[in-house]
């Protein structure tokens, strides 16, 4: 009998294809990626490293690996590839581990401002085992350079992150390790948003400033979920013993077996960027984000743009979220910088374009569902969350069922649906 499962997957295929998948940090991955990673490779136990596994018959496996590390190292211009870790979030804590302490001071920027959970936000391991030091972005909703200076020198970080989840704009690394330098800092960049635009020529490459470099694989590199930590040769000199740590970190550290079928993928996605095609792909991901911005009343210099909703009302980042998605179009609600409601009922919206381009839109695809994105947001005036914080769950979820019977909003959806059945997604037929 054929399993439950694949009719779920059928489901969600559709709405793959229907709607408009705009959360920043997915991408649709290519054929070649899917069949890797539904190969025999999942069978496989392969604790350790090429040459130096545990247990036996890893000769092929030490041959993919092998290769996935090599892609890496040419792609991303470093000694060093490793592509074990299972994803981002243990990449980022096997990173924190190789360099530092438990309880040394790591510095990293605020969750409100844009930063990631594992760079030292509140209930993370990196606030749990180290000492965590967030800096912020200013007024212009830019890094704080001269804050996170201030603050470097105050506490003596062993560790700066210089990575970002939710923020708009290019990061100039020379300032990070300007800074570090002062203090004896070792700065990790994390680039999982941005790996693909880097490696696509369209961002500056961290490598010649900082000592470490981690990313997903999933996000803009457009691979299978997983993440890479990589060392520079800046990184090596420093510390010759870095990749030794790091391994270390990964396993007996964090990990046990390496998820062979991921490692397979990774490769492909990497053999992948490392066309001319992908080149093309990224600088267009960067092209469709400004104009979408441009179109929303803001700015993007990368694959994001943040959107803050405080014209339309109070904390309506869920109200937002829910409107999009009752019109085809997936988006996450986000804290804005200095949110001014919290973090649970944030007041804006991320949203972005790299699997919007892997289908092919463009310019004036953008220019169209930036119209569609704003007529849904004039549906949730009115919706402000309550002030007395008792009673915001449940106006949530009754605005969840309102906004689903919204006639304006599902007419968009018939709207977003004609449109995006025009633009194929690799895998869905
Ligand atoms: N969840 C990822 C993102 O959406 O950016 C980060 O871990």
Redesign the pocket.
């Known amino acids: 009998m054929s399993s439950k499962v694949f009719k779920l997957i059928e489901e969600e295929k559709k709405r793959q294809i229907e709607g408009l998948e705009m959360?920043?940090?997915e991408n649709y991955v290519s054929v070649d990626v899917l069949k890797a990673l539904g190969s025999i490779l999942t069978n496989k136990y392969s604790e350790g490293f090429p040459g130096r596994r545990y247990y036996g018959g890893n000769e092929v496996i030490d041959k993919i690996e092998n290769y996935a590390s090599d892609l890496a190292k040419k792609l991303f211009k470093v000694p060093v590839a490793l592509v074990q870790p299972y994803s981002?979030?243990p990449a980022n804590f096997a990173a924190t581990m190789a360099v530092c302490e438990p309880g040394d001071v790591i510095m990293g920027l605020s969750l409100s401002s844009g930063g990631?959970?594992t760079h030292g936000a509140h209930l993370s391991f990196s606030s749990i085992f180290y000492k965590a030091v967030n800096y912020s972005v200013g007024a212009d909703w830019k890094i704080d350079f001269d804050e996170l200076e201030k603050l470097a020198i105050k506490h003596k970080p062993k560790l700066i992150w210089a990575g970002t989840?939710?923020y708009p704009f290019k990061l100039d690394y020379k300032k990070f390790r300007d800074i570090a330098d002062k203090v004896g800092a070792t700065v990790v960049a994390d680039i999982?948003?941005i790996s693909g635009l880097i490696v696509g020529g369209v961002h500056d490459s961290p490598v010649p400033y900082v000592e470490v470099i981690t990313t997903t694989t999933h996000k803009t590199l457009r691979g299978p979920r997983g993440a890479m930590i990589m060392v520079t040769d800046l990184g090596m000199k420093k510390d010759p013993e870095l990749k030794a740590k790091l391994e270390r970190a990964i396993i007996p550290g964090l990990q046990g077996g390496p998820h062979n079928h991921q490692t397979a993928a990774i490769a492909i996605s990497l053999e992948e960027a490392l066309t001319p095609a992908f080149k093309k792909y990224a600088s267009q991901v960067v092209k469709n984000a400004a104009v979408l911005a441009k179109e929303l009343g803001t700015v993007s210099e990368n694959h994001l743009v943040l959107l803050s909703l405080t014209d339309y009302g109070k904390g309506m980042g869920y109200q937002a979220q829910y409107a999009l998605e009752t019109a085809g179009i997936t988006v996450?609600k986000n804290t804005i910088p200095n949110e001014p409601i919290s973090p649970f009922y944030p007041s804006g919206i991320r949203m972005g374009t790299p699997a919007l381009t892997t289908r092919g839109m463009k310019e004036k695809d953008m220019i169209k569902i930036a119209s569609w994105i704003k007529r849904a947001l004039e549906e949730i005036k009115g919706l402000d969350i309550p002030e007395q914080k008792e009673e915001r769950a449940q106006y949530i979820k009754d605005t969840k069922v309102s906004l689903a019977k919204n006639k304006n909003l599902l007419k968009i959806k018939e709207e977003v649906k004609n449109f995006a059945l025009k633009f194929p997604v690799p895998g869905i037929d």
């Open positions: 959360i920043p940090s981002g979030s990631h959970l989840t939710a999982a948003h996450n």
